[in-house]
């Protein structure tokens, strides 16, 4: 099994910055799927930007050209890097990396953006 442990979550003001890491506990060799999501209070968890083997990347559209993910194969870790941060962008992000037997999840990380 693979753990996913995430880091980089906190408290900011509206408009800084967070990069948030996702580091694998050993290889995933045919990643599938990967991406980050997120679950604001009293809402159900969302797809935050993903991306499919073959596929590009999908990012939902409140995120669109301030949040970026990407990957270091080499260390084995998914990064979010978010900018220009919003008070709706509070929430609870979690990565997630899917091959073709499982379906691995980060513990979650707590991202809160004040105004």
């Known amino acids: 099994q693979v753990q996913l442990v995430q880091s980089g979550g906190g408290s900011v003001q509206a408009g800084e910055s967070l990069t948030l890491s996702c580091t694998a506990s050993?290889?995933?060799?045919?990643?599938?799927?990967m991406g980050w999501y997120r679950q604001s209070a009293g809402r159900q968890r969302e797809l935050v930007v993903g991306r499919t083997m073959g596929n590009r990347t999908m990012y939902a559209d409140s995120v669109k050209g301030r949040f970026t993910m990407s990957r270091d194969n080499d260390k084995n870790t998914l990064y979010l890097q978010m900018t220009q941060l919003k008070p709706e962008d509070t929430a609870v992000y979690y990565c997630?990396?899917?091959?073709?037997?499982?379906?691995?999840w980060g513990q979650g990380t707590q991202v809160t953006v004040s105004s």
């Open positions: 997630n990396h899917r091959d073709r037997e499982y379906d691995y």
């Open positions: 050993r290889k995933i060799f045919t990643i599938v799927h």
